[in-house]
């Protein structure tokens, strides 16, 4: 069982950066691939970035390229996800996911591949 936990969340303007972290509990956090997705009001949660174990070839989704950077520690069982340029539509909860390295190497883009979640921290974009 893997516990998240999300924080770094907050209130700011466009053009502004802001850092998220995902603490993890369990100590084989290294064994999970981990991915952040997002769910703005009314809309569906979509995938913004995901890493591999190793911290090798993250994936990102295409709304974020060249603004969002996410990577791991695993020795200290954390996850961040570096927001630059933020925009008024990056305005979301954002989630962070482990999703268990058995079958695949690389994160999914899929929300029922991800086994654990964490509880969301929210992220607002003034204009």
């Known amino acids: 069982q893997v516990q998240l936990v999300e924080s770094g969340g907050g209130l700011v303007q466009a053009g502004d950066s802001l850092r998220l972290s995902c603490a993890a509990s369990?100590?084989?956090?290294?064994?999970?691939?981990l991915s952040w997705f997002r769910q703005a009001p009314g809309k569906e949660r979509e995938f913004v970035a995901g890493i591999s174990r190793s911290g090798s070839s993250p994936l990102y989704g295409d709304s974020v390229k060249g603004r969002f950077t996410i990577a791991r520690d695993n020795a200290e069982n954390t996850m961040y996800l570096q927001m630059n340029s933020l925009k008024p539509e990056d305005t979301a909860v954002y989630y962070c996911a482990a999703q268990s390295a058995y079958y695949s190497s690389l994160p999914s883009l899929r929300l029922d591949d991800y086994g654990y979640w964490g509880q969301g921290t929210q992220v607002t974009v003034s204009s």
């Open positions: 369990q100590r084989t956090f290294s064994r999970y691939l």
